[in-house]
């Protein structure tokens, strides 16, 4: 079976969420995961956007926005990010969720603001980034009150770092019992979804290791492709490949094939 790095990722990721759940997407792979697993085996999954869309299905293929004709024209609900983000994110009422990260660190904090050449937890100040990220969106929101999320991000040792430029959305901060000490309503990020493998916090240093490598790649090459030293579990396994229906559900919610990407 033929597959792309992205698609495996995505299923991977889908594999994560439960029957039943009730569940913040954004946009693109979180989505494509998210209505994966709706597709494949959580028919009764619950998900919005921060924009405020509740309980649809995308029309047409993946939309290009939260609130785009693509994702509002079956919604149960449309109503804004007050909703969404407030009153079931931050009331702790959100079971999962799916976030992205330019950079991510070994206790799962994620920076989507901006590459800086000396970041401003260095200069014990705010200075304008060399590059401007997106920006948080609604990560923050989700990062602090949803019960669990997941993080999607491409394994690149730029990427994976020992301490993030900028901490846009907390993880567990610098590990241990540092999210309780913050008074956060969220439980934490449950996993990292990687292009090359699992990584999950460890129960008490928070700090995250490698569980299981994908059919493609092996531990050395994921090590390499991480900025510290990434610890591996004992019992450290391959993940199954996807299965045909695995891949035709997929692909049947990604009809137009925007996140198809080779690599």
């Not at 991977?12 to 439960?18: K, M, N, Q, S």
């Not at 900028?166 to 019992?177: F, H, K, T, V």
């Not at 292009?195 to 490698?210: A, H, M, N, Q, V």
């Not at 990434?230 to 919610?253: D, H, I, W």
Request: glycine share 12%; with cysteine.
């Amino acid at each position: 079976m033929e597959y792309t790095q992205q698609e495996f990722m995505a299923i991977v990721t889908g594999r994560e969420i439960a029957d039943g759940q009730l569940i913040i997407l954004g946009v693109g792979l979180s989505m494509l995961a998210g209505y994966f697993a709706q597709k494949n085996h959580a028919p009764n999954l619950m998900p919005f956007t921060e924009g405020g869309v509740y309980g649809s299905t995308p029309v047409g293929g993946l939309p290009w926005g939260i609130e785009c004709n693509r994702i509002s024209a079956n919604a149960t609900s449309f109503t804004n990010a007050i909703d969404a983000l407030g009153f079931l994110v931050a009331s702790g009422r959100c079971d999962n969720a799916v976030i992205g990260a330019a950079q991510v660190d070994k206790y799962g904090n994620v920076n989507t603001t901006g590459i800086w050449e000396e970041p401003p937890w260095k200069l014990g100040k705010y200075t304008p980034p060399r590059v401007r990220l997106n920006g948080s969106g609604g990560a923050n929101d989700i990062s602090v009150g949803a019960k669990r999320y997941l993080i999607m991000a491409s394994h690149e040792k730029r990427r994976f770092m020992e301490k993030v430029d900028y901490i846009s959305s907390p993880g567990y901060l610098d590990g241990g019992d540092a999210r309780e000490r913050a008074g956060f309503v969220g439980g934490g990020p449950s996993a990292i979804i990687s292009t090359l493998g699992i990584l999950r916090p460890d129960p008490e240093s928070k700090e995250f290791y490698l569980e299981a490598y994908y059919p493609f790649t092996d531990v050395e090459k994921i090590k390499e492709s991480t900025g510290w030293d990434l610890k591996v579990s004992g019992e450290v396994n391959m993940v199954p490949e996807p299965s045909e229906q695995e891949l035709a559900n997929l692909r049947s919610v990604d009809t137009t094939g925007s996140l198809r990407k080779k690599g």
